[in-house]
């Protein structure tokens, strides 16, 4: 019974880690490819604990936890560098008294002559 559960796990690992790779190479952005490289992460921790638990050895336990730390690391920094902060506004120095800076609205018509 335990084989067939390992086999079970196994062909949908393997096919989750399949739609991951296609999904690295299609992609169309980034980000896709970022998701697409946390599942691959995702089912290679789950492959390696598949074959603890049918081994039955706890020596591949500290492999687990290392794939685990470097995938969660490289999406948080891809996702820290993929992220957009707006520019900050100048504060006017005396206290607020100055004029507010115009906005800058891409869709306002402006009349040139």
Request: charged letters at 20%; glycine letters at 8%; aromatic letters at 2%.
């Given at each position: 019974?335990?084989?067939a559960v390992g086999v079970v796990a196994t062909a949908l690992l393997a096919v989750g880690a399949l739609l991951a790779v296609?999904?690295?190479?299609?992609?169309p952005s980034?980000?896709?490819?970022?998701?697409?490289?946390?599942?691959?992460?995702?089912?290679?921790?789950?492959?390696?604990?598949?074959?603890?638990?049918?081994?039955?050895?706890?020596?591949?336990?500290?492999?687990?936890?290392?794939?685990?730390?470097?995938?969660f690391i490289g999406s948080v920094t891809i996702a820290r560098f993929a992220a957009v902060e707006p520019p900050k506004r100048e504060q006017p120095d005396d206290g607020g008294s100055a004029e507010p800076a115009p906005a800058d609205h891409d869709d306002v018509?402006?009349?040139t002559p």
């Amino acid at each position: 019974m335990m084989i067939a559960v390992g086999v079970v796990a196994t062909a949908l690992l393997a096919v989750g880690a399949l739609l991951a790779v296609v999904r690295m190479e299609r992609g169309p952005s980034m980000l896709d490819r970022t998701v697409a490289f946390d599942v691959l992460t995702t089912a290679l921790v789950g492959a390696i604990a598949v074959e603890a638990a049918l081994s039955r050895r706890t020596e591949s336990v500290p492999i687990l936890v290392v794939l685990s730390m470097v995938g969660f690391i490289g999406s948080v920094t891809i996702a820290r560098f993929a992220a957009v902060e707006p520019p900050k506004r100048e504060q006017p120095d005396d206290g607020g008294s100055a004029e507010p800076a115009p906005a800058d609205h891409d869709d306002v018509r402006r009349d040139t002559p």
